[in-house]
Each structure stands twice: as structure tokens, then as C-alpha cells.
């Protein structure tokens, strides 16, 4: 929960920062920062990548899990939820969309609907890394500035549902660490970290078709069946 608990208080130092320098900070500032994190999240996911001791498993469940999420369209599906929020909330609103409302709804579904938030929470309950939710609070600090010089205070209340959110995802994985083997947890990070080398070259902007790495989203549960599996596959042939 502490990288969690970071994250807000980013968000809400960022917020609050955006607030004080509206209109003042130019643009390339904001740009330069956030190349900067995405390759520190490149480095991270590459770091948890290498750590693999079943390069095949890695292999074959990005493919598989990769599939799985494209027939399922998981990236569309986010982004189709994050749009209907949005509008629910503005017509909701008083005035037929406070700025309030849509500072409060763009933020929070940018800091909560993506693949980083649910890797990262999976990583720091499961694993005890928390590189991963780190990096996301710095660049959720960088953004809370840039989108509260634009919509203003409603982006600081986006640390409730961060909060609750990825807190939640954490606690969840951090049970389920007890009932797992070292061997699939370590797969499943490595799996991770290579998702999360797709998110940063996303957050560098080299692909000129962002890679959609919501669809890669099942291949980090996939270890869970692969290992036992190929066990007890190879129990068979000897």
C-alpha cells in the first residue's frame, strides 16, 4: 500500500502545484519529464524481464495472452467504459459538466484505467516490487500538473479512486502470494515486465501505432497455468 499511498500524495502535490503555476510552465518542461520516465519505465520492465528462469513460458504466454485480450478487445472495452463514465458524470453534473467534474473523471480514469496501475499493483502485492507503481506516481504527479493548469481542482480528488483502486488490487494479490509458488510469481513478473517495456515505449511515443497493451493484460496470469502444465507434461514424457 505505501506505493499506492505515494501516488496520491503525488497526485495531490501535483494538482496543487498545477494550481500554483497556471498558465506559467511551459509545455516543453512537462514533455521533457515525462520521456525521462519513460525510460526509467523501460529500465524497469526490462529488469523485471530478465529475471525470468523459463524464458519459453514467458514466450508463450505473452502470445497466448496477447490473443486471448485481442479477441476479447480488453483495450477497447477500457476505453469504451472510460467514455461512458466520463459523459455519465457530465450530464450528471450541474450545469451540464462542471469543469470540477471533468477534471475529477479525465484523471481519474487516466491515473486508474491502464495496464501500469494493474501490473504494478500485481507486482507490489505479489512480489514486494514496487518500481513499477513508483514510476506511474511520478508520471501521475507530472500529469496532475499538466491537467490542473486545465481543469483545476477536481484532478486532486482523482487520489480517492487511485487509492482505492490500486490499494485494492495490491491487497488482493498480497493474499493470493501465500497460495502461489516462487517459480510462477517470478514468471509472472518477468511476463510483466515486459508489458511494461510496451507502456514505456508507448510513453516515449516510438511506435507510430501506440502498442495496445491493455490486450496484453491476461498473459500475466497465464504462468499460473502454463508451469503446472509443462510439470506435468514433462512427468509424462519421462
Not at 479477441?71 to 477497447?76: F, L, N, Q, T
Not at 480517492?160 to 497460495?179: E, H, K, N, S
Request: proline letters at 3%; one cysteine or more; a neutral charge.
Amino acid at each position: 500500500m505505501l506505493a499506492t499511498i505515494i501516488n496520491c500524495a503525488l497526485i495531490l502535490a501535483g494538482s496543487c502545484l498545477g494550481l500554483l503555476l497556471k498558465g506559467k510552465l511551459p509545455e516543453r518542461f512537462l514533455t521533457v519529464l515525462i520521456q525521462a520516465i519513460g525510460l526509467c519505465v523501460i529500465s524497469i520492465g526490462i529488469s523485471s524481464a530478465v529475471s525470468t528462469e523459463n524464458t519459453l513460458c514467458v514466450v508463450v504466454c505473452l502470445v497466448v495472452g496477447t490473443l486471448i485480450g485481442q479477441a476479447i478487445d480488453i483495450e477497447r472495452r477500457l476505453d469504451s467504459w472510460g467514455d461512458k463514465l466520463r459523459r455519465r458524470f457530465e450530464k450528471n453534473s450541474s450545469g451540464g459538466g462542471s469543469t470540477f467534474t471533468q477534471g475529477f473523471v479525465t484523471a481519474s480514469l487516466l491515473f486508474c484505467v491502464g495496464a501500469m496501475a494493474i501490473v504494478g499493483s500485481i507486482q507490489a502485492g505479489i512480489h514486494g516490487d514496487y518500481g513499477i507503481l513508483l514510476s506511474k506516481s511520478v508520471i501521475d504527479g507530472i500529469s496532475s500538473i499538466s491537467l490542473a493548469t486545465a481543469l483545476g481542482v477536481g484532478v486532486a480528488f482523482a487520489a480517492l479512486p487511485v487509492l482505492i483502486y490500486q490499494g485494492g488490487i495490491t491487497l488482493l494479490a498480497g493474499a493470493a502470494a501465500a497460495f502461489l509458488q516462487e517459480s510462477v510469481i517470478t514468471e509472472m513478473s518477468a511476463v510483466g515486465g515486459c508489458i511494461i517495456i510496451g507502456i514505456g515505449l508507448n510513453v516515449l511515443g516510438l511506435p507510430k501505432t501506440p502498442l495496445k497493451v491493455g490486450n496484453m493484460l491476461p498473459a500475466v496470469f497465464l504462468p499460473l497455468a502454463y508451469l503446472p502444465l509443462a510439470n506435468w507434461m514433462t512427468q509424462i514424457m519421462h
